[in-house]
């Protein structure tokens, strides 16, 4: 093909794309890979928001590749009047290709066409678009974006859609496998949000296909998730409404509809869409239910009939206080959505906040004023969450009273420190009881590891509000010896004595219980030492294999088995299976555990908003540890399969 100047610009744009994917994708690993079809699907959503698809269908292909199906208008096939080109390639190759078809195509949308899957074009190995359109059947193919030839009509159609495959690239991406599971779950979403949609999605080589249509939205997405939780109200709170604004001297409109109930648990979960697009970070539309929420509340405890309730308190529900075991859905429609990056994972127009702030003021006013019998065990539920917190932050400050250790002094007596004064040089190991603990303090290096015993099984924090946790005594502890503070709003990593904390527990089931009350403690009260990585697990060996002079470590059943592969004979074989760290002596646990140039390590990764979904492993949290045994039951049953591997 030969192309104009203009094409040239437009060609090399798209290899600015592939040359800084991050800043279009969010990451190059498998939560960059699925964004390349939510980009794609979410043109598809849009035809639908339009009023002109009713489905949308997402098949992986036994090859690798990925087709996306939709019944809209398909994308306009004639010639662009600037580019002088098929508007398929333009919309196709041009990062700025002016929006959805020109101004008054889409009210409201979401996806971008023209950036989005024009970012997949340039990010795919090859790409295939096949529009049916007024009776024919348009086709065009790339190579990394490049079209192969100009855009042609391959036959005849009484259909109407646009088909849209592509492979993704080996040379961007770190892995090309796409995950059911992960498509299953944003795909089941989309369906939620915009009632009446129907969304279809097929696995050719696993043979597994789920269609999922609710007319019911995100009522019937609230209903999903509560069903896991113990509601503290009789009714899902729900409420829809829209608002007439005025932007650039242009009348515009916001639709705005809410789900939200309490449950038991401690966890707050806000899901927020804006068009169908899931803002992770939130932004402006989260800040106005949140502010709404807390004063609406607030309101309600001026009243006469709930001074009673007002009179345990003193002062105002905080923010926090109105929204501990909150489960909230806001999912708003705006013409010309804001966002702070390509991923869209926040909103940032400045006038919903407000507009929100209004819908949910007056909407959740007239619910409460209408179901009194629902706001009762709410304010019971924010006046304990209060009580508590104020607890908590006197605990705190009787804490912060004591000698602190960067003061000198202050250190739990069971702490063996080690002498290095720099944390990024420091380790701190979590060691399972007096035994394990005494073989690591004297095979550790002092210099710059230091030891803490803990004994038995601290308590399980999901059951317990912070006053309680605060007075176990290995809580007490761990919190000093680290000296970073408690409370995830609390802790300042500039007092972090350890840059590396270890967690290292036997290889049983006592262990592993032990290993997971502390994960469970540093993620629900510590995380910030997570999300910054200093946060490890220690692998002890599980074998030790002899044969004469000689000494193996295997790490699993696996590598025993290799090891003994290796020998002709299997006489003079001598296999010990350590129970316990208390079985090895120091020089063992030291070469096989210790030794940063022997040991394995196992990094709790860290986790970012777009590459964890963190709201879905909050709430498997909950069901693992919390106090409502039923969802832990129904989740065994569905898990117990995958025991060696469960997927978040």
Not at 212 to 217: C, D, H, S, W
Not at 528 to 554: D, M, N, R, T, V
Request: overall charge neutral; proline content about 3%; aromatic content about 8%.
């Amino acid at each position: 093909m030969t192309y104009s100047a203009h094409q040239i610009k437009v060609l090399k744009g798209l290899q600015a794309v592939r040359k800084r994917p991050g800043m279009y994708i969010g990451t190059q690993d498998e939560t960059g890979l699925h964004k390349m079809v939510y980009e794609v699907v979410d043109n598809s959503v849009d035809e639908f928001m339009a009023g002109f698809a009713t489905f949308v269908e997402v098949i992986i292909k036994e090859n690798g590749s990925v087709e996306v199906i939709d019944d809209g208008r398909g994308i306009p096939t004639d010639i662009h009047p600037e580019e002088k080109i098929s508007t398929i390639e333009v919309v196709m190759t041009h990062l700025h290709a002016g929006g959805k078809f020109g101004s008054g195509a889409y009210k409201i949308s979401g996806g971008l066409h023209g950036v989005g899957v024009s970012v997949v074009n340039a990010l795919s190995e090859w790409l295939e678009v096949e529009v049916h359109r007024d009776g024919e059947i348009h086709y065009q193919k790339y190579n990394r974006g490049v079209p192969l030839e100009p855009v042609k009509i391959i036959g005849k159609t009484n259909k109407r859609g646009t088909i849209v495959r592509f492979k993704p690239d080996k040379e961007i991406f770190t892995t090309l496998e796409f995950q059911y599971s992960i498509l299953k779950n944003r795909l089941e979403e989309i369906a939620f949000l915009n009632k009446g949609l129907k969304v279809l999605l097929r696995d050719e080589a696993k043979n597994k296909s789920e269609e999922f249509l609710y007319k019911g939205g995100i009522l019937e997405f609230m209903e999903k998730i509560t069903s896991k939780y113990q509601i503290v109200h009789k009714k899902i709170i729900y409420f829809e409404d829209s608002l007439e604004y005025e932007d650039k001297n242009q009348k515009k409109e916001l639709h705005g509809e809410f789900a939200l109930a309490y449950t038991e648990s401690n966890i707050e979960k806000i899901y927020c869409f804006t068009n169908g697009i899931d803002n992770k970070l939130g932004g402006t539309h989260l800040e106005g239910f949140k502010s709404a929420l807390t004063s609406t509340l607030n309101n309600f405890l001026k009243k006469e009939e709930y001074k009673a309730y007002k009179r345990k308190i003193e002062g105002n529900l905080s923010g926090d206080d109105v929204r501990e075991g909150l489960i909230a859905i806001l999912n708003i429609k705006i013409p010309e959505p804001q966002f702070n990056s390509q991923t869209k994972e926040k909103l940032v127009n400045a006038e919903v906040k407000g507009l929100v702030q209004q819908i949910v003021n007056d909407k959740l006013t007239l619910f409460f004023e209408h179901h009194p019998n629902e706001l009762k065990p709410i304010l019971d539920k924010c006046i304990l969450t209060y009580k508590a917190r104020e607890a908590a932050r006197k605990a705190r400050e009787m804490v912060t009273k004591r000698k602190g250790i960067l003061e000198g002094g202050g250190l739990p007596g069971k702490l063996a420190d080690c002498s290095e004064k720099d944390p990024a040089l420091c380790e701190l190991f979590i060691v399972e009881g007096d035994s394990a603990g005494g073989s690591a303090k004297q095979g550790r290096n002092r210099n710059f590891q230091a030891i803490l015993p803990i004994k038995g099984k601290i308590i399980n924090v999901f059951k317990a509000k912070d006053l309680k946790v605060l007075d176990n005594e290995e809580v007490k502890t761990l919190v000093t010896a680290i000296g970073a503070g408690y409370g995830n709003e609390n802790i300042d990593l500039n007092r972090l004595r350890y840059h590396k904390i270890i967690i290292m527990t036997d290889a049983d089931v006592d262990g592993s219980h032990i290993r997971t009350l502390l994960l469970t403690f540093f993620f629900s009260k510590m995380r910030p030492l997570i999300e910054h990585g200093h946060l490890y697990i220690a692998q002890p060996p599980l074998y030790l294999i002899k044969k004469g002079k000689e000494s193996f470590y295997a790490y699993s059943d696996t590598e025993k088995d290799e090891i003994l592969k290796k020998f002709k004979d299997e006489k003079g074989i001598v296999i010990q299976r350590y129970k316990g760290l208390g079985e090895m002596n120091p020089e063992q646990l030291w070469e096989t555990t210790m030794d940063p140039t022997r040991r394995v390590l196992l990094q709790v990764k860290p986790f970012d908003e777009e590459s964890l979904e963190i709201k879905r492993l909050e709430e498997t949290f909950e069901i693992l540890m919390g106090d409502d045994s039923e969802p832990r039951r129904k989740f065994i049953e569905e898990n117990a399969k995958y025991v060696t591997h469960l997927d978040l």
